[in-house]
């Protein structure tokens, strides 16, 4: 069963706290990708990894940062959250050499940053 | 730069009404464009996608959309909704860096008896 997993589901944090989110896919996608999802803005792309060790910034990296050292496995680390960090975080995952651009997506992490 | 307008932000229709959502798309070539839909409390899930050809393409639950390269559209099209259909549609286009989307704003399905 093709499937994006994202942990925790929901998590608030402190300002200040340093916050882990993780992602997993089991569908050999060379691509990930971190998105967050605020009130009528839509999805803004925060990182896009093409395979191990190979990371990009999406439009809004600024506060974020990535790590992904198995194909299957991606995170985003935010080094002493601050408030304007609560949003909803979607992890996506896709094959990009070829036609597809086709991306899975996770169920989502709400964080809270108070 | 490619970009993606959804002009409605909300739309409500009556259960077994015929639905258009609409999406303007703005790319130099020839675009591949996508619809999503994320369910309350869910992540995106495709509903159909288009390649060069057919300019109507056929989705998942009765979903289908018109690609027309004269009005720079794609709109999202279904004979009778559902009250299941409830939920947010997202647009998208591939842009020209390698294995990006981007994504409209979205529009806001209610369904009501």
């Known amino acids: 069963d093709m499937k994006v997993t994202q942990m925790p589901r929901y998590l608030i944090k402190r300002m200040g706290e340093n916050v882990l989110l993780e992602c997993g896919q089991d569908?050999?996608?060379?691509?990930m990708y971190w998105y967050r999802q605020d009130p009528g803005l839509g999805l803004q792309l925060i990182y896009i990894?093409?395979?191990?060790?190979?990371?990009s910034e999406g439009d809004i990296p600024k506060g974020y940062r990535v790590s992904r050292k198995k194909r299957e496995h991606f995170s985003l680390i935010l080094d002493s959250a601050k408030t304007n960090q609560t949003s909803v975080y979607f992890c996506a995952s896709s094959f990009v050499w070829g036609l597809s651009y086709e991306q899975y997506f996770g169920p989502g992490t709400r964080l809270t940053v108070l | 730069a490619q970009s993606v307008t959804q002009p409605d932000a909300r739309v409500t229709v009556s259960e077994g009404a015929s639905l258009q959502l609409r999406c303007k798309y703005s790319?130099?070539?020839?675009?591949?464009l996508f619809w999503y839909v994320q369910y309350p409390r869910q992540g995106l899930q495709l509903l159909l996608k288009y390649y060069p050809g057919d300019p109507v393409v056929q989705g998942v639950n009765g979903f289908e959309a018109e690609f027309s390269k004269s009005n720079s559209s794609f709109h999202l099209r279904k004979a009778s909704v559902h009250w299941s259909d409830w939920a947010v549609y997202f647009c998208?286009?591939?842009?020209?860096?390698?294995?990006?989307?981007?994504f409209g704003r979205g529009t806001r399905l209610q369904v009501y008896a």
């Open positions: 998208a286009v591939r842009t020209q860096v390698v294995g990006q989307l981007t």
């Open positions: 569908m050999s996608h060379e691509t």
């Open positions: 990894s093409y395979d191990v060790d190979s990371n």
């Open positions: 790319y130099f070539g020839t675009p591949y």
